[in-house]
């Protein structure tokens, strides 16, 4: 007797939508979860009629499967998918595989991949991107780990991908935690350009006086030219709904507290310890930490919009600057990529290539980008940067505009400044860190470089005189 297909561990949002999606693609899915109620309940419910067979004993959910054994997990990062793969490997035979598609750290799974290894079991770790409607329709998937483990679940689980131009959005990233690196790159460039967003929102809803539904109009509207992505299409959508047990927009009776699961922040701390400047991924970061400090807040008079001022050019003027945002938010996480690509051997395009359909952040300009670095030769960073000059040049007049008069109004914009001060750093022929070398040689002779002459030299800076 054939055994079954795939293993889905895991029946959260994630899991339940990924187990129909490989169903509806032709293959025959078990699932396990660990409470045993929600096994019964999606099998009574969505998985009913479908070939799909639910498990309350792990044991017989590994033994269902068909040899090599492909094991997919969707369970909490951390602790909890060690657990869970700790009691796996007691239950699998050498060449079996275990498939972590939850949002690891890379770390975590180059740790994984290794231990694994040793033991003769196949290991992935898979950045999946998309959510649920992603998950169930067609997500972009970025795997690491084992190379012939990746052949052969992209045979299988890669049928459930989004496709774009007959492309799916799949692609193996390198051994280890490769996958799960991009993924953490995919979600800082997420967190940048939510908050690039929002602040534009604030701006438009306190500073010019549109109302929560017209700023999604005005959103819906930018979404059909250069801004076209699947997050302002999200954000449009969510400030036109209307609740219907009070009849006001639901996104106004929300609590001002941004939540975050950690993949922002591990996309910051990679890009410190790789070297790589992404001010606007750590704003984005440091303000979802700032909405929650409740007792810190201390709200101030506001001045508003100017009744004089022409709306029709503030509304002009912010999507301007959320455009430069945007565009300099792809490229911090583009710089990223090129970091990590030294490591797990990569090409920084293969990642645009799956971002550009199923993922949070397909847009447009990420297809435009990935054209360019497929077609240009050089660093993908600064081919990239070059790519987009003209069109932030262009952009400058307005961003700043967005930029001061929102300072004016006492409205933050984080995102925007520090994408601002970013393009500024880049675009300097000379920056102050000659006198930071010269303070840092003052008090702890650290020795500096010099323009005139080969070596490091330290001063006295005049100690000796007096």
């Not at 959910?61 to 990062?77: G, Q, T, Y």
């Not at 660093?379 to 700043?400: N, Y």
């Not at 008090?443 to 000796?464: A, L, P, Q, T």
Request: with cysteine.
């Amino acid at each position: 007797m054939n055994g079954l297909d795939v293993g889905v561990y895991g029946l959260g949002v994630m899991g339940e939508a990924f187990a129909l999606n490989l169903e509806s693609r032709g293959l025959t899915v078990a699932v396990y979860n660990r409470t045993a109620e929600k096994t019964t309940q999606f099998l009574q419910g969505k998985a009913k009629g479908k070939r799909i067979q639910g498990f309350t004993d792990l044991k017989e959910f590994v033994d269902s499967l068909s040899r090599p054994r492909m094991i997919v997990l969707f369970v909490k990062a951390g602790k909890p998918v060690d657990e869970v793969v700790e009691t796996l490997t007691h239950m699998l035979e050498k060449g079996d595989i275990i498939i972590d598609c939850g949002n690891s750290h890379y770390r975590d799974s180059d740790r994984r991949f290794a231990e694994l290894s040793g033991r003769g079991i196949r290991f992935l770790g898979v950045g999946v991107s998309g959510g649920e409607e992603g998950a169930l329709k067609g997500p972009s998937m970025m795997f690491g780990g084992d190379f012939s483990a990746y052949i052969e679940a992209e045979n299988k689980i890669g049928r459930a991908a989004a496709v774009f131009e007959n492309s799916k959005c799949v692609s193996y990233f390198g051994e280890g935690g490769a996958g799960h690196f991009v993924k953490i790159v995919h979600n800082g460039i997420e967190y940048a350009i939510m908050q690039a967003i929002a602040e534009v929102y604030d701006y438009l809803l306190r500073g010019v006086g549109l109302s929560s539904g017209e700023v999604g109009s005005v959103f819906e509207e930018w979404g059909k030219g250069v801004l076209r992505s699947f997050l302002l299409e999200a954000a449009a959508r969510v400030l036109r709904y209307i609740d219907p047990e009070t009849g006001k927009p639901l996104v106004e009776l929300i609590l001002d507290e941004a939540e975050q699961k950690g993949t922002g922040r591990w996309a910051v701390e990679a890009a410190m310890e790789l070297g790589v400047s992404a001010p606007t991924i750590a704003a984005a970061v440091d303000e979802r930490t700032l909405t929650t400090l409740r007792t810190l807040r201390r709200p101030a008079q506001e001045a508003g919009f100017n009744g004089d001022r022409n709306v029709g050019e503030a509304v002009e003027a912010a999507k301007n600057s959320l455009l430069a945002t945007t565009l300099l938010s792809y490229i911090q996480g583009i710089s990223l990529l090129q970091a990590g690509a030294r490591n797990y051997g990569f090409r920084v395009s293969e990642a645009l290539r799956v971002w550009r359909a199923g993922c949070i952040i397909r847009s447009r300009i990420v297809e435009e980008l990935y054209k360019e670095l497929s077609w240009t030769p050089g660093e993908p960073t600064a081919v990239a940067f070059d790519k987009i000059i003209p069109q932030l040049e262009e952009l400058m007049p307005q961003w700043l505009q967005f930029i001061t008069n929102a300072s004016r109004m006492r409205i933050p914009t984080p995102a925007s400044m520090s994408a601002l001060s970013y393009y500024l750093s880049l675009r300097s022929d000379r920056l102050p860190a000659n006198l930071i070398q010269g303070i840092r040689d003052y008090f702890g002779g650290h020795m500096f470089k010099r323009v005139d002459r080969e070596g490091y030299f330290h001063s006295d800076w005049g100690r000796s005189s007096e």
